[in-house]
């Protein structure tokens, strides 16, 4: 499958190897592609980055996300655009406590097809669950079926079983795991470690 990934940081690079290690094809957006040189994958600026990709992943920093995708709307029309960012500002704290980042872009980009996943993994977990000891669980939240059908099976690609994907539902329970970044960093601290997940057993 043809990805496009917005951004070019840390969480964007972890994505890309995960995605290129299982046989997708990756480009870069980049408002400064001419800055980077150093990526697995091309990069292009936002635009033509996403004119390549039938699925476009956001990996821009979460609390400017919202900014940066609002303006692309047309050139993301009406792709599957996968939300895993957490937005919180210099004290951690939640930007849209009563919301969510993935119920605004969905309210913004209103074409878009907008599955929030992966924002309750630490980064590298999210492309190998395998690096924990146990199968963990992963959470998808959206309103098109098709759109979460699509990403379920990226997910499955990556090595999360279909028995460790849960769908929450629709967008509006995308604020349920934004919520849980809360609960994240209070346990980042008290293990000093990003490296855990969640485990839902029934």
């Given at each position: 499958?043809?990805?496009?990934?917005?951004?070019?940081?840390?969480?964007?690079?972890?994505?890309?190897?995960?995605?290129?290690?299982?046989?997708?094809?990756?480009?870069?957006?980049?408002?400064?592609?001419?800055?980077?040189?150093?990526?697995?994958a091309p990069v292009a600026t936002h635009a033509?980055?996403?004119?390549?990709?039938?699925?476009?992943?956001?990996?821009?920093?979460?609390?400017?996300?919202?900014?940066?995708?609002?303006?692309?709307?047309?050139?993301?029309?009406?792709?599957?655009?996968?939300?895993?960012?957490?937005?919180?500002?210099?004290?951690?704290?939640?930007?849209?406590?009563?919301?969510?980042?993935?119920?605004?872009?969905?309210?913004?980009?209103?074409?878009?097809?907008?599955?929030?996943?992966?924002?309750?993994?630490?980064?590298?977990?999210?492309?190998?669950?395998?690096?924990?000891?146990?199968?963990?669980?992963?959470?998808?939240?959206?309103?098109?079926?098709?759109?979460?059908?699509?990403?379920?099976?990226?997910?499955?690609?990556?090595?999360?079983?279909?028995?460790?994907?849960?769908?929450?539902?629709?967008?509006?329970?995308?604020?349920?795991?934004?919520?849980?970044?809360?609960?994240?960093?209070?346990?980042?601290?008290?293990?000093?470690?990003?490296?855990?997940?969640?485990?839902?057993?029934?």
């Open positions: 499958m043809d990805i496009t990934i917005l951004g070019t940081g840390h969480m964007a690079r972890t994505l890309a190897g995960g995605l290129l290690g299982t046989g997708h094809s990756v480009v870069f957006g980049s408002r400064t592609p001419e800055r980077h040189t150093d990526l697995p033509v980055a996403i004119a390549h990709g039938s699925v476009v992943i956001s990996a821009l920093a979460a609390a400017h996300s919202l900014e940066i995708l609002t303006p692309l709307a047309d050139a993301i029309g009406d792709r599957v655009l996968i939300d895993i960012g957490n937005a919180v500002d210099e004290r951690f704290d939640l930007i849209y406590p009563d919301s969510s980042l993935g119920e605004r872009l969905q309210q913004a980009l209103p074409d878009a097809r907008i599955v929030k996943t992966l924002n309750t993994v630490g980064g590298p977990i999210g492309v190998d669950p395998t690096l924990l000891s146990a199968p963990t669980t992963v959470f998808l939240s959206g309103d098109d079926a098709d759109a979460k059908a699509t990403v379920s099976g990226i997910l499955r690609d990556l090595g999360w079983a279909d028995a460790q994907q849960i769908d929450l539902g629709g967008i509006t329970t995308a604020r349920a795991v934004e919520h849980y970044f809360l609960l994240f960093a209070a346990l980042m601290g008290a293990l000093r470690s990003p490296q855990f997940n969640l485990a839902i057993t029934r």
